[in-house]
């Protein structure tokens, strides 16, 4: 069994929300997701996915893309992201799509790595961080404790972290979100949301401090699920 990641589905299969006003890479995206999914992916195989699933407005709008996944090979795990209105109750999701896990406050399990989550916010210091932002990347620091401290009640000794904003700011500097990861015993953080190569070059990658750090971005992976472990 395999763990992979991939953020920023941006699916909008529903809604007329083309993402090649983005660029000309994300023409035909979510064609090549799906393409690439069912070539790597196997049935038994795990798929985090950290925020941005869809386009929709409303959940009833969304349902054509979590049909969508739901019919990909793997289990699926995942977080909301900034853009994901239609995300209102994750225990209804999960009523609704079985075999897929809606990470809310809480945590999941793989083998014996617990995978916790929360969004996170732009960080203070950040080029697009204003005064109106504070107050979310405050709520999210608590969510995320929340997430964290349910794996550690369950005994958890190793944690993957998901989150869909990176925890740092644009300039890669220390957070509060960086020092709550540094508390419990998170080996590997995956993240999306940073479109296009000045963004992508911002992002935090690779090992800091014993933590693996792994930017999924759709389009930073050429809109393949990575491969973790």
Same mark, same amino acid.
């Given at each position: 069994?395999?763990?992979? !990641?991939? !953020?920023?589905?941006?699916?909008?299969?529903? %809604?007329?929300k083309?993402?090649?006003?983005?660029?000309?890479? /994300?023409?035909?995206?979510?064609e090549?997701?799906?393409?690439? /999914?069912?070539?790597? %992916?196997?049935? =038994?195989?795990?798929? *985090?996915?950290?925020?941005?699933?869809?386009?929709?407005?409303?959940?009833?709008? !969304?349902? @054509?893309?979590?049909q969508?996944?739901?019919?990909?090979?793997?289990?699926?795990?995942?977080?909301?992201?900034?853009?994901?209105? /239609?995300w209102?109750? !994750?225990?209804?999701?999960?009523?609704?799509?079985?075999?897929?896990?809606? *990470?809310?406050?809480?945590?999941?399990?793989?083998?014996?790595?617990? #995978? $916790?989550?929360?969004?996170?916010?732009?960080?203070?210091?950040?080029?697009?961080?204003?005064?109106?932002?504070?107050?979310?990347?405050? +709520?999210?620091?608590?969510?995320?404790?929340?997430?964290?401290?349910? @794996?550690?009640?369950?005994?958890?000794?190793? #944690?993957?972290?998901?989150?869909?904003?990176?925890?740092?700011?644009?300039?890669? =500097?220390?957070?509060?979100?960086?020092?709550?990861?540094? =508390?419990?015993?998170? +080996?590997?953080?995956?993240?999306?949301?940073?479109? &296009?190569?000045?963004?992508?070059?911002?992002?935090?990658?690779?090992?800091?401090? &014993?933590?693996?750090?792994?930017?999924?971005?759709?389009?930073?992976?050429?809109? $393949?699920?990575?491969? *973790?472990?």
């Amino acid at each position: 069994m395999g763990l992979f !990641a991939i !953020a920023d589905l941006h699916f909008g299969f529903s %809604v007329n929300k083309p993402m090649s006003i983005f660029g000309a890479n /994300w023409e035909g995206h979510s064609e090549r997701i799906i393409e690439n /999914w069912r070539r790597e %992916v196997g049935k =038994e195989d795990t798929v *985090l996915i950290p925020g941005d699933i869809s386009w929709a407005m409303k959940e009833e709008d !969304a349902v @054509a893309d979590l049909q969508v996944i739901q019919g990909l090979p793997g289990r699926k795990i995942f977080l909301e992201g900034n853009h994901d209105y /239609w995300w209102k109750s !994750a225990a209804r999701l999960e009523r609704n799509f079985e075999g897929m896990r809606f *990470l809310k406050n809480d945590c999941d399990l793989y083998e014996n790595l617990y #995978i $916790c989550g929360s969004r996170g916010w732009l960080c203070p210091n950040d080029t697009r961080f204003t005064a109106q932002d504070q107050k979310l990347y405050e +709520r999210e620091q608590i969510r995320l404790r929340l997430s964290l401290d349910s @794996a550690m009640r369950k005994g958890a000794e190793e #944690i993957l972290l998901m989150m869909h904003f990176p925890p740092v700011n644009d300039r890669q =500097e220390n957070s509060a979100f960086l020092e709550i990861i540094r =508390e419990y015993p998170i +080996r590997h953080v995956v993240y999306g949301h940073l479109h &296009g190569r000045p963004s992508h070059e911002s992002g935090i990658k690779g090992e800091r401090d &014993g933590i693996v750090y792994h930017l999924v971005s759709a389009d930073y992976l050429d809109f $393949c699920p990575k491969r *973790l472990f």
